[in-house]
């Protein structure tokens, strides 16, 4: 695949890049359509994104309905098929400013006055349509093959709430037709596995506006919940952490001494408490460093695992609220290990191993990603140095791959990021390692070593699920709510077939009930097929027990399965209880 850069050049464009190519293009063709359409249209900013391209579109006091997009859609088609030639300029800045405000293109001049005085501008040109752009792009219209617009929404110019919305629309293209009628069949099994819609269906959790990003968790999704955080509870023990609770709110002098007040005070929501500021936590971290520095520590105690499913809280636009997904209030399994040095390889091999372990027991597989110091950061280069090799060692020890993602680490710190794959394909950062050197300096902190000297330990900052919440949201996707049984919040539902069978039925949901299983019982006066209808399809029960006159003279169970839809006839009670059990505490 050939492509243009904005000096002229036509090159083969590097496999790994040839989709941002195909995007990039797609944009500026649907901005090009959207400006025959609509020719009042200002446009903002229009990227290639990882999952297609979208550009930001000021249409003064209107906006654009989704039935609209068929007939930009169309435009676009029109546009691919006069097969114009796309051809790149360069003009001087001040050159650049008075060619569009000539257009009367004001968020292009702004976006120019962003960039450095000496930069010269570059720009592309198809037909009568000029866009600044740095490139690269197809070089004719007609090499687009294949792309679709998928949906409109808002966003603020420069995603700064004090700016005007701009009209975003959305969009994806893929090499061939193939392709991309592959990835629009994905699309549409991930409308029907929204954890939004599953979690209405099933009774999980709702979102009120009363409360815009604060979920409320109902008796079954509270039922997810736990059985997560038992699990949780179950490998932290076995892997030698101790766990803590520590306050949800702490006084603004805590958060300055982090560091977190300088770099992420936007994002903390505070009160005043007797005339002193207090943040309410947006991280666990500076509490977890208040609990060690709490007594004095000698190296035979390191290294030190400390535990922590605290709530924390930031502040996030309404508009980026998502669910489970994007939330301002939620869990993290928090842990932050205290160690020496020479303990770095090792604690970060295990906690790469009980991560691994836990990723593996939902089947997602996952890539890792090390993120390096961003701009906003503190702490010395030494450090900074130190700390990355620390992380780079270790995950070359263990053979693993991984991509650098550069600038993207924590204003402390590097980190190990572990991004899953759900059954759909869909990425999700999840799991994180963080090393900070920068935190027991700022705290002071301190453990006394073998030769009597006062030493600072190295922390680690990590989380399994991330978030709790969000990892609910995660598992519900992937699994489409049918979760595995021991995680299942209703793991049988006893469906008496008539009155007859009614005290029999009882008899055999309080034996389930008392062997700890979540079981319910139905005894609404509907069909048995609604019935199970209902409970294999709305609330994706693993097993129902279907009990009639029959069941109840033979003293058995017919079993109706979840995952095949079939039933077994005439079961006894206590092999089934028997392997229920067993399914549910190995959590197969």
């Known amino acids: ?46 990227p290639a994104t990882e999952k297609g391209f979208h550009y930001d579109i000021d249409l003064g006091d209107r906006t654009i309905a989704e039935e609209e997009l068929e007939a ?41 006055d962003d960039l450095p005085a000496d930069a010269e501008i570059s720009f592309f040109t198809q037909g009568e349509y000029v866009d600044m752009c740095t490139g690269p792009h197809l070089r004719y219209t007609k090499a687009l093959k294949a792309f679709k617009l998928t949906s409109v929404s808002g966003a603020y110019w420069k995603n700064d709430a004090n700016n005007k919305m701009l009209v975003r629309i959305n969009g ?43 979920p409320f968790f109902l008796p079954r999704g509270m039922e997810v919940y736990n059985a997560l955080l038992d699990y949780w509870h179950e490998i932290h023990r076995k892997a030698g952490y101790v766990e803590v609770k520590t306050p949800l709110i702490m006084n603004r002098h805590l958060w300055e001494t982090s560091g977190h007040w300088d770099h992420y005070k936007d994002n903390m929501y505070s009160t005043k408490i007797d005339d002193e500021d207090f943040c309410i936590k947006p991280m666990n971290c500076p509490g977890g460093v208040l609990v060690y520095a709490s007594k004095p520590h000698s190296y035979r105690e390191l290294p030190m695992r400390v535990g922590e499913l605290g709530l924390v809280h930031r502040h996030e636009m309404r508009g980026a ?31 790469v191993n009980l991560i691994d372990s836990v990723y593996s027991k939902f089947g997602f597989e996952y890539f890792i990603e090390l993120s390096t110091r961003p701009e906003d950061s503190m702490g010395s280069d030494e450090d900074w140095e130190a700390a990355t090799n620390g992380l780079v060692a270790a995950l070359t020890n263990m053979g693993l791959d991984y991509i650098v993602n550069e600038g993207d680490g924590a204003f402390y710190g590097p980190k190990i990021d572990f991004h899953l794959r759900d059954c759909l394909g869909r990425t999700w950062q999840c799991g994180t390692i963080q090393l900070d050197f920068q935190m027991p300096i700022n705290f002071d902190l301190g453990y006394i070593d073998a030769d009597g000297e006062r030493k600072r330990p190295i ?77 294999r399809q709305i609330d994706r029960v693993p ?27 005439g079961m006894d009670f206590d092999e089934f209880a028997r392997d229920l059990l067993e399914e549910i505490n190995t959590r197969a």
């Open 1 to 46: 695949m050939k492509i243009i850069h904005k000096d002229g050049e036509v090159t083969e464009c590097p496999e790994e890049q040839e989709l941002e190519v195909i995007r990039h293009t797609a944009a500026h063709i649907l901005a090009q359509a959207v400006k025959r359409l609509y020719p009042e249209a200002m446009f903002g900013y229009g």
């Open 72 to 112: 930009i859609e169309a435009e676009m088609k029109k546009i691919v098929k006069e097969n114009l030639p796309i051809r790149p300029s360069i003009l001087p800045r001040e050159e650049a400013i008075a060619f569009m405000k000539e257009r009367g293109e004001k968020y292009k001049v702004e976006h120019i």
């Open 172 to 214: 994806t293209a893929f090499h061939n037709q193939a392709e991309l009628d592959e990835y629009l069949v994905m699309l549409e099994e991930a409308k029907k596995r929204d954890h939004r819609k599953i979690g209405r269906e099933m009774d999980l959790f709702m979102l009120r506006d009363e409360a815009p990003g604060f």
């Open 321 to 351: 609220l998502n669910g489970l997904f994007r939330v301002r209030c939620f869990t993290q399994d928090d842990a932050h290990i205290f160690m020496t040095p020479d303990q770095i390889a090792d604690e970060i091999t295990g906690v």
């Open 459 to 535: 922390m680690i900052h990590r989380v399994c699920f991330g978030s709790i919440e969000r990892f609910i949201g995660i598992l519900t996707e992937h699994f489409a709510g049918k979760y595995p049984t021991w995680l299942a919040p209703v793991q049988v539902k006893v469906l008496p077939v008539s009155e007859k069978a009614k005290d029999y039925a009882e008899g055999v949901y309080e034996k389930l009930f008392d062997m700890g299983v979540r079981v319910e019982i139905d005894h609404r006066d509907e069909t048995i097929g609604y019935k199970i209808r209902e409970a």
């Open 543 to 569: 097993y129902m027990l279907v009990l009639g006159e029959k069941e109840a003279e033979a003293g058995t169970i017919s079993v109706r399965y979840r995952s095949t839809d079939k039933t077994s006839y």
